[in-house]
């Protein structure tokens, strides 16, 4: 029997996994931002991107003091107003109470972070990260929903430019996170999908290799800098379960590559019919064939949009998670 489903919505565990623990287990080759991790009011790990070892790693508890912090998030905000953006659940999802405001976010300038590292108050679980400045002049951000069978990535941009002091932060940075009125949706090619498909695929051979445990379904939100480079900042939405040898979809998943492309369907009796695959097997996850786990990762070229846009409560339409038919 299969271990139940682990739905993780705190926005921070996923950085501790993704982590160097220690030597002999190297951290996820996934470049993010500078992240503090807050737990219990206070500071819990703060987590970089290694560019010469290609991993994330978690600095020690001396590099973390306030000097520290405040010299790496507000002394180069990178042209931009906007130093950081600290975000946090204002309560337990999926209650009966819980609307939009389900997950927190703000933008702080350089002086607000300077304020926000030095206040007293006790902080709520969350996380601070550096703000990554865009590739034009305008707020943007990837969302992308991620199953071992589909990717889906919506692209929204911010209408106000980043630098017209007339409007608020608030304003001229929010894109999927709220006020849809200031933000419009933009294609997105078939690069920005594979890209986007190949980190979360990074990310689920990590936790399959170091954490053993199957990822099953994503909700990811990710930036290009001014360099090109690919961004993940969070997630709101992952779901794993532990593996175990025979654990999984009763029907065994279809073998392909892990960096995507369309796999060979066999000929069934009637002809070219390969099997169809339920969106129950998508979200159970993987089939483990003679105890060696299997990662199927097929890239949707006609998946181009989500429909309506998927706030950061973790709510995504049901299409992200239905496979693919079969190839003709």
């Known amino acids: 029997m299969a271990d139940p489903l682990e739905v993780d919505y705190s926005l921070i565990n996923l950085f501790q996994l993704l982590a160097q623990k220690d030597p002999t287990k190297a951290g996820a080759d996934v470049p993010i ?16 991107y290694d560019r010469e ?19 790496a998030f507000a002394s180069d905000p990178g042209g931009a107003s906007c130093a950081a953006t600290f975000l946090y659940r204002k309560c337990e999802f999926m209650m ?3 609307g939009k405001e389900a997950t927190s976010v703000e933008w702080l300038t350089p002086e607000g972070v300077r304020q926000f590292v030095n206040k007293r108050e006790r ?8 703000f990554v400045p865009p590739k034009l002049g305008h707020a943007a951000m990837l969302q992308c929903v991620w199953t ?10 911010n209408v106000l430019d980043l630098a017209d002091g007339r409007y608020t932060l608030d304003d001229r940075c929010v894109t999927h996170e709220d006020k849809p009125h200031l933000s419009i949706e933009v294609h997105c090619g078939k690069s920005v999908r594979k890209r986007c498909g190949e980190l979360c695929v990074a990310m689920a051979s ?9 990822l099953t379904r994503m909700v990811a939100y990710f930036k290009v800098d001014r360099n090109g480079q690919y961004l993940l900042l969070w997630a709101t939405h992952v779901v794993t379960y532990r ?6 979809p009763a029907a065994a998943a279809p073998q392909s590559t892990l960096m995507g492309g369309e796999q060979s369907t066999p000929a069934g009796p009637k002809g070219l019919m390969g099997p169809r695959h339920s969106r129950q097997d998508a979200d159970q996850g993987p089939q483990s064939n003679g ?13 181009t949009s989500m429909g309506p846009t998927a706030r950061l409560s973790g709510v995504t339409p049901t299409a992200a998670g239905t496979a693919p038919p079969p190839t003709p």
């Open 96 to 98: 009966e109470d819980v």
């Open 243 to 248: 593996f175990t040898v025979g654990s999984g």
């Open 206 to 214: 990590h936790l399959l290799a170091h954490e053993r445990r199957v």
């Open 123 to 130: 902080r709520p679980d969350g996380l601070l990260q550096k």
């Open 53 to 71: 070892s290609r991993q994330i790693v978690k600095k020690e508890k001396k590099q973390c003091t306030k000097d520290d912090i405040v010299q």
């Open 33 to 48: 931002p500078s992240t503090i991790t807050y737990q219990h009011g206070a500071l819990h790990a703060w987590y970089v």
């Open 291 to 303: 105890g060696t786990p299997v990662i199927p990762y097929v890239s949707d070229p006609s998946a």
């Open 148 to 157: 071992p069978y589909v990717t889906v990535v919506q692209q929204r941009k």
